[in-house]
């Protein structure tokens, strides 16, 4: 029952329990990957699993220690959100709480989320803790970029390092524990590009859901369309246009699955399975070379978003380019 509930991650979790078993907890942690891959879960399981009161499989999640620390008020484990800027006042509280020995058991464990929020100040304040912080303690720190904390603080922690998850492992977690079903749990784990918090975000984002038919109505638009009705499109890109970038990887994704299902005739590599017809449809007006030629000048306007090239233009001109590409024999 450890350190369930995570998805993946499977490496850094053994390299734990090992720990934990042969009790080599490390004083100092540093996890380091992208948001949304587990990193908080897997640190208030470890947090959990030093408390715990059982002896074999910790943290049992049953008992009463296990239970305050699910409820977020376990006396001897705290966590430091770290939305904003952490200060070297935080810090230096931290520092004094954990010079007080546990009242609760025999162990205490800090969560330090986004460690690179602590400005210099902070860093430099923590670490002689982190050199030799009393024994019955342990810090985990957790940040999205490792490199943006002193290096004197890497070389402190034991770093493990959390990597995007198998996007088969998404996607049953999705079925199993939200609900849905397996087309739509193979878009999201595809659209997640392996990080579970992204794709949980996005199950639950309307705007996207929007977004998304709107890019697949697009792209039916197009096919054999007249040049004025094209122009009529970039509206679409007006009302979206904080979401530009998004709006070229959805058409890019779509374009993708037309070349993918062309190509090997299955939906088994598909994004957007869940759209089976369309794409069956689309398909068959299309020929690969087209479709890799959109694919192409979709690409070159994404990076014009990054150019001066001014925004209208670009839509413009990407459009026409596919609508050239499409009526052409
Ligand atoms: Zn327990």
Redesign the pocket.
Request: glycine share 8%.
């Given at each position: 029952m450890a350190f369930k509930g995570i998805v993946g991650q499977e490496k850094a979790i053994e390299s734990l329990k090992r720990a934990l078993e042969h009790d080599q907890v490390a004083h100092a942690y540093l996890f380091e990957g992208a948001e949304g891959l587990g990193k908080k879960a897997i640190a208030l399981e470890l947090a959990?699993a030093l408390v715990?009161?059982?002896n074999k499989d910790?943290?049992?999640?049953?008992?009463s220690?296990?239970v305050k620390v699910s409820s977020g008020n376990h006396p001897e484990i705290k966590v430091i959100e770290g939305k904003g800027t952490i200060k070297v006042d935080e810090i230096r509280e931290l520092i004094k709480d954990i010079q007080l020995k546990p009242y609760e058991g025999t162990r205490k464990a800090y969560i330090i989320c986004n460690a690179d929020k602590m400005n210099i100040q902070a860093q430099n304040a923590l670490l002689k803790t982190l050199e030799e912080p009393p024994l019955y303690v342990t810090l985990i720190l957790l940040t999205t970029k490792g490199n943006s904390l002193l290096p004197t603080i890497v070389s402190r922690c034991q770093t493990i390092k959390l990597n995007p998850v198998r996007l088969e492992d998404i996607k049953s977690y999705l079925i199993n524990n939200k609900n849905i079903d397996m087309e739509k749990a193979q878009m999201l784990a595809a659209f997640s590009g392996g990080i579970v918090g992204r794709a949980i975000e996005l199950l639950d984002n309307p705007d996207f859901h929007q977004r998304r038919e709107g890019v697949i109505k697009l792209c039916n638009n197009l096919m054999g369309t007249k040049l004025l009705i094209i122009l009529d499109q970039i509206s679409f890109f007006e009302e979206q246009r904080p979401h530009t970038e998004e709006i070229f990887d959805l058409m890019i994704s779509w374009y993708r699955d037309l070349m993918v299902y062309k190509e090997t005739g299955s939906m088994d590599l598909v994004i957007n399975v869940d759209k089976k017809e369309v794409i069956d449809f689309q398909v068959k007006g299309i020929d690969l070379g087209k479709v890799r030629d959109i694919i192409f000048i979709i690409e070159k306007a994404k990076n014009n978003l990054k150019s001066n090239v001014q925004f209208h233009l670009n839509i413009e001109v990407m459009l026409l380019n596919i609508q050239e590409v499409l009526s052409k024999w």
């Open positions: 959990s715990c009161n059982s910790r943290p049992c999640g049953k008992c220690s296990c």
